[in-house]
């Protein structure tokens, strides 16, 4: 714990030392303003090969020890007509070893920490698993891990455009994100894919109880991009299903969820699209959504984005807030639009970046039972991702 928080000094020092070297100065030859940044650049690879503890390819049985994790801190200010939220929040703190072993094997264990409060310090497990991956074609994993469907719920909040995932995900998803199973992925281009098995029953903070039923996923992805001469213009469907059972707590009450993803990349611009249904079981009504998320690049550092999302339910109090916008309004609506707009600067690309998003949001409530909101939510948040 001590080497991570010096780690972290250093890494907001060295930021610091990085927006003095990029603000606007006099002006300079082109090599002279180059130097700078890769001077920057210099320090941050010095600083996150401190993450990586041990190092040896011709180790037979150890090849790779390294701490992985996330620190991400944040303000937030809300200004609704049903009531105002200031605060600064340790989003997430995850910390914990991942072993590289017999060349083909991965042990990985990360725990998240609670150290605004410290009380509890801990508060859970999440990665907990081993992985056989003998080449890019094939990964078989078993454990504690994440469950990876929707735009965002795909998306690892170290790799996040926008603070936080859109509220379309905080619905179909299953935001515990982190369920004990069993699962098979790979990629042989231009075709991804994964099927897994999840225990869905009453969660704790480990592994759960597994009295509940199980969860099945199904992703199948492809890549039309060197088709249209895109960087990237990846396609994906995500299909889940699990059976109604009281004692899930790890899910959403949905028994089903179809969600049909893309993802478009080129070097300056980007767009991000998710259209997902779902349906509920007990007191969760059936839902739709759609979500459009396009950005762009102004600088190597300097990213543009904006998102639209949309939700609505066939029943009565079918969707939630989001997570700020919930702690004004506890109560659930019909239906939901949200527009977002922020930017982002990227210090040391995922690893070290500054965001800031503003949410303006609606939400109808048919039953009149205090979920209606309308508001805006601005954050700005520090993210820091290792290795």
Same mark, same amino acid.
């Given at each position: 714990?001590?080497?991570?928080?010096?780690?972290?000094?250093?890494?907001?020092? $060295?930021?610091? $030392?990085?927006?003095?070297?990029?603000?606007?100065?006099?002006?300079?030859?082109?090599?002279?303003?180059?130097?700078?940044? $890769?001077?920057?650049?210099?320090?941050?690879?010095?600083?996150?090969?401190?993450?990586?503890?041990?190092?040896?390819?011709?180790?037979?049985?150890?090849?790779?020890?390294?701490?992985?994790?996330?620190?991400?801190?944040?303000?937030?200010?809300?200004?609704?007509?049903?009531?105002?939220?200031?605060?600064?929040?340790?989003?997430?703190?995850?910390?914990?070893?991942?072993?590289?072993?017999?060349?083909?094997?991965?042990?990985? @264990?990360?725990?998240?920490?609670?150290?605004?409060?410290?009380? !509890?310090?801990?508060?859970?497990? @999440?990665? +907990?698993?081993?992985?056989?991956?003998?080449?890019?074609?094939?990964?078989?994993?078993?454990?504690?891990?994440?469950?990876?469907?929707?735009?965002?719920?795909?998306?690892?909040?170290?790799?996040?455009?926008?603070?936080?995932?859109?509220?379309?995900?905080?619905?179909?998803?299953?935001?515990?994100?982190?369920?004990?199973?069993?699962?098979?992925?790979?990629?042989? +281009? !231009?075709?991804?894919?994964?099927?897994?098995?999840?225990?869905?029953?009453?969660?704790?903070?480990?592994?759960?109880?597994?009295?509940?039923?199980?969860?099945?996923?199904?992703?199948?992805?492809?890549?039309?991009?060197?088709? +249209?001469?895109?960087?990237?213009?990846?396609? @994906?469907?995500?299909?889940?299903?699990?059976?109604?059972?009281?004692?899930?707590?790890?899910?959403?009450?949905?028994?089903? +969820?179809? /969600?049909?993803?893309?993802?478009?990349?080129?070097?300056?611009?980007?767009?991000?699209?998710?259209? /997902?249904?779902? /349906?509920?079981?007990?007191?969760?009504?059936?839902?739709?959504?759609?979500?459009?998320? !396009?950005?762009?690049?102004?600088?190597?550092? %300097?990213?543009?984005?904006?998102?639209? @999302?949309?939700?609505?339910?066939?029943?009565?109090?079918?969707?939630? %807030?989001?997570?700020?916008?919930?702690?004004?309004?506890?109560?659930?609506?019909?239906?939901?639009?949200?527009?977002?707009?922020?930017?982002?600067?990227?210090?040391?690309?995922?690893? %070290?970046?500054?965001?800031?998003?503003?949410?303006?949001?609606d939400m109808s409530d048919r039953a009149n039972d205090g979920g209606a909101y309308s508001g805006t939510v601005w954050t700005t948040g520090l993210r820091i991702g290792w290795p």
């Amino acid at each position: 714990m001590k080497r991570i928080l010096v780690t972290l000094g250093l890494v907001l020092g $060295a930021s610091q $030392a990085s927006m003095a070297q990029t603000a606007p100065a006099q002006a300079a030859p082109a090599a002279a303003q180059s130097a700078p940044g $890769a001077d920057a650049e210099s320090i941050y690879n010095k600083i996150w090969q401190q993450f990586t503890l041990y190092d040896d390819k011709t180790n037979r049985v150890v090849q790779r020890i390294q701490l992985s994790g996330r620190f991400q801190h944040e303000f937030v200010s809300a200004d609704a007509d049903q009531g105002d939220l200031d605060e600064w929040n340790t989003r997430r703190f995850r910390i914990g070893p991942r072993f590289q072993l017999f060349r083909t094997f991965t042990v990985a @264990t990360e725990a998240e920490l609670n150290p605004q409060e410290r009380d !509890p310090l801990y508060m859970r497990l @999440t990665d +907990v698993y081993v992985q056989w991956s003998p080449n890019a074609r094939l990964a078989v994993t078993v454990g504690k891990q994440g469950m990876p469907f929707t735009m965002d719920g795909m998306t690892s909040s170290k790799e996040l455009l926008t603070i936080d995932r859109s509220n379309l995900t905080n619905n179909m998803w299953f935001p515990q994100e982190y369920l004990p199973g069993v699962s098979v992925s790979g990629r042989t +281009v !231009p075709w991804t894919y994964r099927v897994g098995m999840y225990s869905s029953g009453a969660m704790n903070r480990e592994f759960g109880t597994f009295n509940g039923s199980v969860s099945t996923l199904a992703l199948l992805g492809y890549d039309f991009g060197p088709r +249209v001469g895109l960087k990237e213009a990846l396609v @994906t469907g995500n299909y889940v299903h699990q059976s109604p059972d009281t004692d899930n707590t790890f899910t959403r009450q949905l028994e089903h +969820v179809v /969600s049909l993803n893309v993802k478009l990349e080129e070097d300056r611009w980007g767009l991000r699209g998710d259209l /997902s249904t779902g /349906s509920g079981y007990f007191t969760q009504s059936d839902l739709w959504g759609a979500m459009v998320m !396009p950005y762009f690049n102004i600088t190597d550092k %300097l990213q543009a984005v904006t998102r639209y @999302t949309h939700l609505s339910s066939d029943g009565v109090n079918g969707v939630q %807030l989001a997570t700020y916008e919930n702690r004004v309004v506890r109560g659930r609506g019909n239906e939901y639009d949200e527009v977002y707009v922020g930017a982002n600067y990227f210090f040391y690309g995922q690893k %070290l970046k500054l965001q800031t998003g503003l949410q303006f949001a609606d939400m109808s409530d048919r039953a009149n039972d205090g979920g209606a909101y309308s508001g805006t939510v601005w954050t700005t948040g520090l993210r820091i991702g290792w290795p």
